[in-house]
């Protein structure tokens, strides 16, 4: 590696905020699908299973953040507040600010397709770098990493939600649809905790599913999850 290059991920992992131990783990994190270590029949070179981790890793430290944070807050409210922080657009807004585009590793096809500014692959890859984070020095580095970049966004919303669902039916009746309705797909878990997911349908609209362990908890967050595709957030 460059001296330059060296300054460049020196650099790339102040902003992060964690410099790791294991500099494969970060250059994986960073390798797109499309790039030629990943493309051949060894895919695990690329990003995907550190992305796989990082995204479940992401989500139990934001939602312990939400349940310190909120204290007066209901499920449904957390439910909520975890799905707008963790979703797609977040990520991708979290990788832009770490400006990790310049960095990733891609095919010259997907690169002059400007993947490099996908929200899909930002996002992809910002979950990556958790997961990367976690395995390099284990959970409390990777509580740091996001605790860094998250917590800002966490304590800027800090006014209740609006019921999500309230929110999609007002939705509907301002385009003349008829009202949504909410359909289980499936229930897990012990009876002293379930784990729902529901599916918010609306005619000529693709559904989106939210989980929890109470129905009305997944309802809120699959309606969460349709005003936030929409950008028309509670």
Known sequence: MTKKAKLELAALEARIGHTFGDHSLLARALTHLSAPVAAGADRTQSYQRLEFLGDRVLGVVVADMLYLGFPQASEGELSMRLAKLVRRETCAAVAVEWDVGPHV???????????????????????????AAFLDAGFEAARAVVARSWRPRMDADISPERDAKTAVQEWAQARALAAPRYVELSRSGPAHAPHFVMQVLLDGYEPESGEASSKRAAEQAAAQAFLARRGAGA
Not at 107 to 124: M, N, S, V
């Open 105 to 131: 590793a891609m095919g010259q096809g997907e690169a002059r397709a400007g993947g490099r500014k996908k929200a899909a692959i930002l996002a992809d890859v910002c979950e990556a770098i958790i997961g």
